[in-house]
């Protein structure tokens, strides 16, 4: 079938000057699904970093006029038909059910609270640089913004979830960034010496994975010091889902190690007295680096869901930080999907923020990979 | 004429190894058996045998990209002879640039990552640091001397066809002026047409860099073409060497016979009538 | 000759998409395959010859598709059918592939499941296009495992195929394709991965079981050697188009295409000293100029103006 490889390139004087990333990136922009995934991760990321803007609200602030309320519709007309350029959200009018003394909301259409882009509003700081007080949207100081609707104590849900995805999606990436410098570090080392050191990270490999991961994960985290700060504990969190989720990639990264070293190019180096260190930087890691990222956006999910499960379970992080793990542990009886089903909204963001993530990797790998490796 | 090789009672043998978690080494498995010759300066000695007969295996230990159990191999280099299965890999890199290897597989050899530029230029940045300003148009000569225009330093492997890639392989084996260059396989993958083209050069850049070629080839015309002499290896021994002319019009061993037999003519009034492997008792 | 066509091609272009654009891969093909003979197609890579035998078989695969043109196909006692015109995933294209058409490619390996017994893999490829019991189908599979020359076949039928040499695996292949009696068995490359004694076995295999089961041969290979010890008609393929048709003792020994003379002058025989002929030097882009095959004396055709053509030939 190498003639069939031949005729779809007989016109190679166009590509001729492009690199193979220059040719990878042409390939991966046509899977639509995965440059959309690529740019919906861009932009949540993107609205994550600048979460004090974004968010209408301090994550901790509480409306006490509003607790369990519902999100709020965003509206152009108004009960009277008339349009309106700018558009407004209703306030609540609440009242207790007399017979289940439950709260129970509705708009209350004679309050009417336009939104208001890039006003100030709450003061904030950012990034511990200067204070400022500009959001996205927000609506006037005695009116209030409830998008996503609030939780027990009043708190916006919306704002929450905003400022949980810098928890939630930074762990991800800094986690597999860990990820990445152990496993390529023990798989490279495994791959490259071959025989005794091999065999001995293999089978460490292989006993570090046959253990349970979620119990392995509880016994860790309960090993955190109680008083340890929220920022020390977040770091804790990472070291311990990166410490378990290595083993794969060192896996993947020792057999493309072994596979290479016996390339005829790799072979080629050695012949013409190339030092180890050039033969590793200049022609091996080149090599599986397509690969190594690819691998790592398919094992960011994984950590993301695994911080979402951890902090779920209680033994993750913990209230005053806010990740979409701890935004969830408020829905673990099944009275909230009857009455307050809103506050599984930070799981939605879980799944779409898997999901792009798992398109993303997947179009990555075709790419990279056209021909299973053989970049011809 | 001095030998360039000399090559005496190399053997290539590899552990087998026990499967399971302790891995001990149950026995051996031999490759290359005692294998003796002598290659003489801008000489050109072809190695020819079956897949599995050890020839790749051979000149892989002679240049050392694995290591002989037992044997030697004498090299004459610019400073004197040496044995090249003493030397450890430091004292060989600087042998490295006297003796370069010519690849079957002109799409595997070459890193599709560097441009050609970079890939024909590697030899210089490791044996010639110090002259760094000189490399570019060092490459370009060479390249030209293959055959290929000045644009493709800049481009990358993959725009190349086959013939093309065996000459960006050529051009870097020859930019450090080696004395011995071992093409295993070299015209092999390659398409009849392009496969005469890189013969051709390879003959002239002999001339003009007075070189010695080891050539291992599967392909019996070509190595009766291009070859002095030849070495018929099987089961990791050399069971008959000689002039080509010798060895192709009156093979002595059994197992000479049955390759030559086995080639096809071109003419179709030549009908081949391959000898029978059990009755000259081969396996 | 008076053999009748068992296939005909007519204008077949195949186009290959990528992301640079649409490259023609085959650019309008001719050619016969008469019944009862040996048909080869020679080329170098880049010629279409593989192409050709997919797109006959229906393998052609995105990005890469058929644009236009008819691969007519008369099976003994049926009528004519094109190829290209049966639907996709139709019984009667399953019953075309595999049944009277079958395929044998370079590496052996690739054709045959490492984790069944040879037996059951010979035996499964009979039962899916023939009515049988399961024992008589494991009796045929056993009776053609001894005729491409396995030995002790009804041991190794329970032998996976890592048991076997490259040789033996590509007579198993063989015994694959030709169980369900195909009218047209095509060999892609089938000696090329194999030594030249194993090479010499298999071509052996091929010829006897070409006269001795009846069956047309396609033969898609880059050497002409091979082409001709086992050829009866020739076709010489180049950059998708077809140069010259002729018988193999026409082609090898009286070619007319300059590139069929180059290709013949760059392989080095026993006789060749000097320097080699190399089709570049014999060869001007003008002899490659898309000129329409015509036919010349003895049914030899060649893709060359009738000026360009020895008189004595015309």
């Given amino acids: 079938m190498t003639s069939l490889r031949n005729q779809a390139t007989i016109d190679k004087a166009a590509t001729a000057e492009l690199s193979s990333a220059q040719l990878t990136w042409l390939r991966f922009k046509r899977h639509r699904l995965a440059v959309a995934s690529g740019m919906f991760l861009i932009a949540i990321y993107f609205v994550a970093a600048f979460c004090e803007f974004f968010a209408p609200y301090d994550p901790s602030w509480r409306n006490s006029k509003a607790i369990f309320a519902p999100p709020q519709e965003i509206h152009f007309v108004d009960e009277k038909g008339d349009f309106h350029l700018r558009p407004f959200v209703y306030g609540y009018h609440l009242h207790i059910n007399p017979d289940t003394w439950v709260r129970e909301y509705e708009e209350d259409k004679s309050q009417r609270y336009p939104l208001r882009f890039f006003a100030g509003g709450i003061e904030y700081e950012f990034w511990n640089l200067f204070r400022a007080n500009r959001h996205f949207v927000t609506v006037e100081a005695n009116h209030y913004l409830h998008f996503f609707g609030t939780d027990k104590l009043g708190r916006d849900i919306f704002s929450r979830v905003i400022y949980g995805a810098r928890i939630s999606l930074s762990l991800g990436l800094i986690g597999v960034a860990l990820t990445i410098v152990l496993g390529v570090l023990i798989g490279g080392l495994a791959g490259y010496l071959g025989g005794r050191v091999d065999n001995l990270i293999q089978r460490s490999i292989e006993v570090l994975q046959s253990i349970p991961t979620l119990p392995l994960w509880m016994a860790l985290s309960a090993a955190l010091p109680v008083h340890w700060s929220p920022l020390t504990v977040y770091f804790g969190i990472i070291v311990i889902l990166s410490l378990i989720q290595w083993t794969g990639l060192a896996r993947v990264v020792r057999g493309r190690f072994l596979a290479l070293r016996e390339e005829d190019f790799v072979v080629a180096a050695r012949l013409m007295g190339a030092s180890q260190f050039r033969i590793i930087t200049r022609h091996l890691l080149p090599s599986f680096m397509s690969h190594i990222i690819t691998t790592a956006t398919l094992a960011i999910p994984g950590m993301i869901l695994a911080e979402t499960a951890l902090s779920f379970l209680g033994v993750g992080l913990r209230s005053p930080v806010v990740s979409w793990g701890v935004l969830l542990q408020q829905a673990q009886n099944y009275q909230v999907i009857v009455l307050t089903p809103w506050l599984l909204i930070p799981g939605v963001f879980v799944i779409l923020v898997v999901i792009a993530f798992n398109l993303l990797g997947d179009g990555m790998r075709d790419a990279a990979d056209p021909y299973g490796g053989n970049a011809g | 004429m001095t030998a360039l090789l000399d090559v005496s009672n190399l053997s290539v043998r590899f552990p087998v190894m026990e499967q399971g978690i302790f891995r001990r080494q149950v026995s051996e498995m031999t490759a290359v058996n005692k294998v003796s010759f002598s290659l003489p300066q801008g000489g050109n000695l072809g190695i020819v045998g079956e897949s599995g007969s050890g020839k790749t295996t051979l000149v892989r230990a002679i240049l050392r990209a694995l290591d002989p159990s037992e044997g030697a191999a004498i090299f004459q280099s610019q400073h004197g002879a040496v044995d090249l299965c003493q030397l450890n890999q430091d004292q060989l890199k600087p042998l490295r640039k006297e003796m370069q290897m010519i690849f079957q597989d002109p799409f595997a050899s070459l890193n599709p990552r560097m441009k050609v530029g970079e890939i024909v230029a590697e030899p210089l940045v490791i044996h010639e640091p110090e002259s760094a300003e000189s490399h570019r148009e060092r490459v370009i000569d060479m390249l030209e001397r293959v055959g290929l225009d000045r644009d493709a330093v800049s481009r990358f492997p993959h725009a190349f066809s086959g013939g093309q890639r065996q000459r960006i392989g050529i051009a870097r084996a020859l930019i450090l002026n080696p004395a011995l260059v071992v093409c295993d396989e070299a015209v092999s993958a390659l398409d009849v047409s392009v496969q005469a083209q890189v013969l051709n050069l390879l003959k002239d850049l002999q001339q003009d860099m007075n070189l010695t070629y080891l050539f291992v080839a599967h392909d019996l015309n070509v190595v009766r073409y291009f070859c002095d002499e030849t070495l018929v290896m099987y089961q990791g021994s050399i069971v008959e060497s000689g002039p080509v002319d010798k060895l192709f019009e009156h093979p002595v061993h059994d197992y000479t016979k049955l390759l030559l037999s086995a080639i096809p003519s071109i003419d179709p009034d030549q009908t081949l009538t391959p000898l029978d492997r059990s009755t000259l008792g081969l396996d | ?314």
Avoid: W
């Fill in chain 3, 1 to 314: 000759m008076t053999n009748r066509n068992l296939v005909s091609i007519h204008d077949l272009h195949v186009a290959f998409d990528s992301e640079l654009g649409t490259t023609e891969a085959l650019k309008g093909i001719d050619l016969d395959i008469k019944h009862g003979r040996t048909t080869a197609i020679v080329g170098e890579s880049g010629s279409g010859k593989s192409i050709t035998a997919l797109a006959m078989m229906r393998l052609i695969q995105r990005p890469g598709r058929v644009t236009s043109g008819q691969i007519l196909f008369t099976p003994a006692g049926k009528e004519t059918i094109d190829v290209l015109q049966i639907p996709d995933n139709s019984d009667e294209l399953f019953d075309l592939r595999g049944g009277k058409m079958a395929m044998i490619f370079q590496e052996p390996m690739t054709a045959l499941s490492p984790v069944h017994t040879i037996g059951d893999q010979v035996t499964e490829a009979i039962l899916t296009h023939r009515q049988v019991t399961k024992a008589e189908a494991f009796a045929r599979a056993c009776e053609m495992l001894k005729r491409v020359g396995i030995n002790d076949a009804e041991q190794r039928m329970n032998q996976y195929p890592f048991e076997f040499s490259g040789g033996m695996r590509q007579r198993v292949v063989i015994a694959m394709a030709l169980v369900c009696d195909p009218e047209l068995l095509i060999c892609d490359e089938p000696t090329t991965a194999l030594d030249v004694t194993i090479q010499a076995e298999i071509l052996a295999l091929i010829r006897e079981l070409k006269s001795a089961l009846d069956t047309s041969v396609l033969f898609i290979t880059h050497d002409l050697a091979v082409v001709a010890q086992l050829a009866d008609d020739v076709v010489v393929m180049h950059r998708g188009r077809v140069l010259e048709v002729g018988t193999v003792r026409q082609i090898l020994k009286r070619p007319v295409h300059p590139y069929t003379q180059a290709l013949l002058a760059a392989i080095p025989t026993p006789a060749t000293t000097g320097r080699l002929d190399t089709v570049a030097e014999l060869l001007t882009e003008e002899n490659l100029l898309p000129y329409p095959l015509v036919t010349i004396k003895d049914d030899q055709k060649v893709a060359l103006p009738i000026d360009q053509i020895p008189e004595a030939l015309r």
